[in-house]
């Protein structure tokens, strides 16, 4: 199968004052709704974890150490309404951020003939060297890392499973001021969506095919 959007979030990190972010603080803080529009609530039930709060398509938790924004639908408005609704929290708790990551991951097999070039891209000579001692490798994996905007671009690449599974997870991180962090949240979702297309057309030179979400 070609590669397939999944799991698309943004995560800031900083201490939250969960008595101030509370499901209904959520509600209106930061999906901006009058208190009494319904909205989705998630309580974990065998474990110890944050609240999930949905509406519109977008769910959001928050722990002690960070605030996770998911984008519910795999693309990149939805990405750029997770972003937005990230600078939101700062009017509630405006001292504490310190980093924030936007995320985006895709994942697909290699039995997809057009995948190949991600299979060459994590090809190894100790793979080779591993084959003829006898251990057959499962799982191989390696990340990437770019300067970008005062951030970072890292893309991991991860094969498992004999190349059946492939997974490319790119990661646009930024550490920072509280201004500087607000302000690499609001940049144009365009600009992200040009970095990603450049990663995979430029760097992997993987067709259309293999990534037509992108396009």
Known sequence: MPLEPYDWNVVVLGRWNRAILTPQGIATR????????????????????????????????????QLMVEAMETNFPSLERAMRMARRPWRACPKLLSSLLASTSAQGTGEDGHLEPLIAARQLRWDEQFEQAGFPLSRRDVTWVTDWHGGKISVNLIREDHDRVLRLN??????????????????????VRKQARRIFDNVFALLEEAVAWLR
């Open 30 to 65: 930061l999906f901006q709704v009058p208190a009494e529009t319904e909205i989705g609530i998630e309580v974990p039930m065998d474990a110890i974890g944050p609240f999930r709060v949905s509406h519109d398509h977008l769910t959001v938790m928050v722990g002690g150490a």
């Open 170 to 191: 790119l990661n646009f991180e930024r550490a920072g001021t509280r201004q500087e962090l607000m302000d690499w949240l609001a940049r144009p979702i365009v600009e």
